[in-house]
């Protein structure tokens, strides 16, 4: 079956221009997270989304960064101004229900992003 | 916070050597998984463990928990090149859905 994918796989920007990073998940899955990895560091955690709503997001470092996912399954991760510090990996991942015990996290390609 | 310590964090062995890799974590955590990472490709799950003294093996890999130490081992028997990858273990608090990630391991194993 299909996995998590992203688009776009690779974006290079100029700093101080806006991005969005799309993420589709496994059909069926509602709950969505939003990592950034940083070279050669693990992923860090940006934002949790339970359906449509944010269910945590303590992770995302500030207000330039924002994530929708409107109709609880796409979900778009939005940087305004960017910096070259927010150049990384952004990976998405889904599970079935993001509340249960046995609940895994399945994780899709990543976006990698540059800002120039 | 939780905080999520891997060592080392490169290793390079000969195949058919053993080795074990650690991960200590800050504080109760209720699952810890182990992912691999190849180059440019995503994580693929490799292990959850759910309880204390839970070992679970696949293939050369060997994975085992200790909750009172927080500690887990992913232990490799008779290394071959297609190990050769990033190994990362990541712990989450039950209910809280946020996977703390350690820095991962860079395994090379030569040929």
């Known amino acids: 079956g299909a996995g998590v994918s992203q688009t776009p796989s690779n974006k290079v920007t100029e700093k101080g221009k806006y991005v969005e990073l799309r993420c589709d998940p496994i059909s069926g899955h509602t709950a969505l997270y939003w990592y950034r990895q940083s070279l050669g560091q693990g992923p860090e955690f940006l934002i949790y989304f339970q359906g449509t709503g944010a269910a945590d997001d303590s992770g995302l470092p500030n207000d330039r960064f924002f994530a929708v996912r409107p109709e609880g399954s796409v979900s778009t991760l939005k940087i305004q101004r960017t910096e070259r510090g927010d150049s990384a990996v952004y990976l998405c991942a889904s599970s079935f229900s993001g509340t249960g015990y046995w609940d895994e996290q399945y994780f899709g390609p990543g976006t990698r992003l540059t800002v120039t | 916070e939780l905080k999520v310590e891997q060592n080392p964090l490169f290793l390079s062995m000969q195949e058919g050597k053993n080795y074990t890799i650690y991960c200590n974590y800050s504080?109760?955590?209720?699952?810890l998984y182990w992912y691999r990472q190849d180059p440019g490709k995503s994580l693929e799950s490799l292990f959850v463990?759910?309880?204390?003294?839970a070992v679970k093996q696949e293939g050369r890999l060997m994975a085992s928990l200790d909750t009172k130490a927080r500690l887990s081992t992913l232990h490799i028997t008779a290394a071959v090149h297609d190990l050769s990858a990033t190994y990362f273990c990541a712990v989450v608090r039950y209910n809280f859905n946020k996977f703390y990630f350690g820095s991962g391991t860079k395994l090379n194993v030569k040929p």
């Open positions: 463990l759910l309880s204390n003294g």
């Open positions: 504080t109760t955590s209720d699952r």
